[in-house]
């Protein structure tokens, strides 16, 4: 049992030492924003993240509601 503790626990350092390669080894390294908003090409087409959407359209209504 603790062998195969031990042996996963190493294994998911590895997994997590390769999918951190670019942030730890260099100078300006981040993680890549996968957020909608992140995206150039889906901004370029007015799509918005469900939250930005829900404001926008809250801000509508109420603009409708003051006129």
Do not use: W
Not at 6 to 35: C, D, Q
Not at 39 to 62: H, M, P, S, W
């Amino acid at each position: 049992m603790l062998k195969l503790f031990l042996i996963s626990l190493v294994i998911i350092a590895i997994a997590m030492a390769l999918l951190g390669v670019k942030v730890f080894f260099t100078k300006k390294g981040k993680f890549p924003n996968t957020h909608v908003s992140g995206n150039k090409y889906l901004r370029e087409r007015g799509i918005f993240c469900v939250q930005t959407q829900d404001r926008i359209a809250r801000n509508k209504k109420t603009l409708q509601i003051k006129k």
